[in-house]
């Protein structure tokens, strides 16, 4: 009977040394699972930023060269602005220069 005491214990011993491999085997298995997991997502995460890295350059850049055409647009409008003006001013100083050559030429005051 004592041998069967025995035995018996070696056995539920074997079964809980059996049962602790297992829990640990498994525990390991859920660990490299989620360690693959949570690589893969800071891998999501990398690459999503990156990718809203580039969409905000390209709309800086894009803000940029809508704002340096509107710029642009400003200094041509000005130009030519400026450029009817001294047109203008061209023109009255031409019609006071044929008036005085006029005057010296013809004697009229």
Not at 83 to 92: D, G, I
Not at 95 to 108: D, Q
């Amino acid at each position: 009977m004592a041998s069967e005491v025995v035995a018996e214990a070696l056995k539920q011993i074997r079964a809980g040394e059996e049962e602790a491999r297992r829990i640990v085997s498994e525990a390991r298995e859920r660990a490299a699972k989620i360690l693959a997991e949570a690589e893969e997502e800071a891998k999501r995460m990398s690459e999503q930023a990156r990718e809203e890295e580039r969409r905000l350059a390209e709309e800086i850049f894009q803000r940029f060269v809508k704002e340096g055409e509107a710029e642009k647009e400003k200094i041509i409008a000005d130009a030519e602005k400026e450029a009817r003006a001294l047109k203008e001013q061209a023109r009255k100083n031409e019609e006071k220069a044929i008036e005085a050559v006029l005057e010296v030429l013809l004697g009229f005051r």
